[in-house]
């Protein structure tokens, strides 16, 4: 087995920085090459990683010794570089969004299936071991079933000058597709498939062209959850916060990245043993009930019994660049996993980018028809 993974990068920005340094970080990995279309951009990169600098795309990929081509570049290009390191025999790893339409991410499926070959879209959050937690939560139904939940990502546009492609949805694909897809994978991920019902898109007051608050509600089975991205915030203000609601109480995630959770619920003392066994370093910050034992209530016309009404936490909003990084290391660990064992079975793989573009679409379909 081969115990080395020389990276090729397409695009030298700041979170294409960051990146390659989380994945150095994992022995065996290296990176061996870098293009930009900025040239000065990939030369000074380069000179961190003493990697090469290649004049362009088809330069990177005509180096034999390159297993993998990481894509950071805006979504517009996506489709046809991840098309060309395919046909090229290379693996990729590419960012959000797989492309713009739905049915270039489902081209770029087959074809990477039919060479055999690693295409995959960094859809990291379902490495975060909160992801899991409420996961294990969920299936095990330790506060009933799903009723109802949100996301709400009051994010900030301070580095987003007007003329940036974030802007331009012929280049960007619109918040839906260029942002909302990590959050479509999630709860798709935890629910099961659902169907945007209804969306919108706000565009900024005098200025029609661009676009900088949307809101879709998508139907998963018979619950609901409404996605609301606005970009309009100062930087010290960005923050996001998700909520999910059960029968029995709620759990709420904050960051883009899910790095605190708060469960408020009521649950019996088994149910309690089983999240703190699943959270493990999670705390009782409150505990209104600790001398009940098997009080009863109702609720959707069914008897609840219940020892303790609790609120949990775990997790510390502080540690948000490291958990960002640990969640990229994970991913590609696993994806690498993958190319060296093809019987190896991923937390992500195609099919994930194909999904959550195909909710991300609609919801901006449907928006237009308002």
């Given at each position: 087995m081969k115990d080395e993974l020389n990276i090729g990068v397409v695009g030298a920005g700041s979170f294409s920085a960051f990146a390659m340094n989380a994945f150095l970080k994992i022995e065996g990995v290296r990176i061996m090459a870098i293009t930009d279309i900025k040239k000065e951009n990939a030369v000074q990169v380069a000179k961190s990683y003493n990697a090469i600098v290649a004049d362009d795309m088809s330069a990177l990929l005509e180096n034999e010794n390159i297993d993998l081509i990481y894509i950071a570049t805006p979504p517009c290009l996506h489709y046809q570089q991840s098309k060309m390191a395919l046909l090229s025999g290379k693996n990729v790893i590419c960012e959000k969004p797989a492309a713009l339409k739905t049915s270039e991410a489902e081209e770029l499926s087959s074809l990477a299936a039919s060479r055999q070959l690693l295409y995959?879209?960094?859809?990291?959050?379902?490495?975060?071991?909160?992801?899991?937690?409420?996961?294990?939560?969920?299936?095990?139904?330790?506060?009933?079933?799903?009723?109802?939940?949100?996301?709400?990502?009051?994010?900030?546009?301070?580095?987003?000058?007007?003329?940036?492609?974030?802007?331009?949805?012929?280049?960007?694909?619109?918040?839906?597709?260029?942002?909302?897809?990590?959050?479509?994978?999630?709860?798709?991920?935890?629910?099961?498939?659902?169907?945007?019902?209804?969306?919108?898109?706000?565009?900024?007051?005098?200025?029609?062209?661009?676009?900088?608050?949307?809101?879709?509600?998508?139907?998963?089975?018979?619950?609901?959850?409404?996605?609301?991205?606005?970009?309009?915030?100062?930087?010290?203000?960005?923050?996001?916060?998700?909520?999910?609601?059960?029968?029995?109480?709620?759990?709420?995630?904050?960051?883009w990245i899910p790095v605190k959770m708060k469960l408020h619920g009521l649950v019996t003392d088994k149910q309690l043993e089983y999240i703190q066994a699943i959270t493990g370093e999670s705390k009782i910050v409150c505990n209104s009930n600790v001398q009940t034992k098997n009080k009863k209530v109702k609720g959707r016309f069914a008897e609840i019994i219940f020892d303790k009404e609790v609120t949990l936490e775990f997790g510390d909003a502080a540690n948000k660049a490291k958990t960002y990084e640990q969640l990229l290391i994970n991913m590609l660990t696993d994806q690498w996993n993958w190319i060296k064992d093809h019987s190896h079975k991923r937390k992500i793989d195609a099919s994930n980018a194909v999904a959550c573009l195909r909710v991300a679409e609609e919801a901006t379909n449907l928006s237009k028809k308002l």
């Open positions: 995959v879209v960094n859809l990291m959050q379902r490495y975060n071991p909160l992801y899991d937690m409420v996961t294990e939560i969920i299936k095990e139904k330790v506060l009933g079933n799903f009723l109802h939940g949100f996301f709400e990502n009051y994010a900030s546009d301070e580095n987003l000058d007007s003329d940036h492609w974030f802007w331009d949805e012929s280049k960007s694909g619109g918040i839906f597709i260029e942002h909302g897809v990590h959050f479509f994978d999630m709860f798709e991920g935890w629910l099961g498939k659902g169907k945007v019902i209804n969306s919108l898109q706000l565009h900024r007051p005098g200025v029609e062209r661009i676009k900088d608050r949307v809101q879709a509600t998508v139907l998963y089975k018979d619950a609901t959850v409404n996605f609301y991205h606005g970009f309009d915030q100062p930087k010290v203000l960005d923050r996001q916060e998700m909520r999910l609601l059960f029968e029995h109480g709620e759990i709420t995630l904050y960051e």
